[in-house]
């Protein structure tokens, strides 16, 4: 079992940053590939950007491309979203999530744990 806590969401104006960050606990961490979902009221949960064991691939949606960027610190077990120029239709709850996966992985199902998300507001 693999628990998973983010924290760093919070209301900030169009074009702000925000820094993600979901600590890991329980199992060992390298062991497992690690991505960020988000998701709006009224949508489906949607890939934001995923990163392998080792933290030397990574994956992103086309609409972060160029603005967001997904990191890990295997010894601090934790995973990391840098989020810059946000967009107001950006506003959703975000997600971190394991994947026992060596691959870097954009499917939602192919994510074993998930944590409880946090919520990231862009004001317009």
């Known amino acids: 079992q693999v628990q998973l806590v983010e924290s760093g969401g919070g209301l900030v104006q169009a074009g702000g940053s925000l820094r993600l960050s979901c600590a890991a606990s329980g199992r060992t961490f390298n062991n497992y590939g690690m991505g960020w979902f988000r998701q709006a009221p009224g949508k489906e949960r949607e890939f934001v950007a995923a990163?392998?064991?080792?933290?030397?691939?990574?994956a992103n949606a086309d609409s972060v491309k160029g603005r967001f960027t997904i990191s890990r610190d295997n010894a601090k077990n934790t995973v990391y979203l840098q989020m810059n120029s946000l967009k107001p239709e950006e506003t959703a709850v975000y997600y971190c999530a394991a994947s026992d996966s060596r691959l870097v992985v954009t499917i939602t199902r192919q994510y074993k744990y998930w944590g409880q998300g946090t919520q990231v507001t862009v004001s317009s």
């Open positions: 990163i392998n064991r080792s933290g030397g691939d990574t």
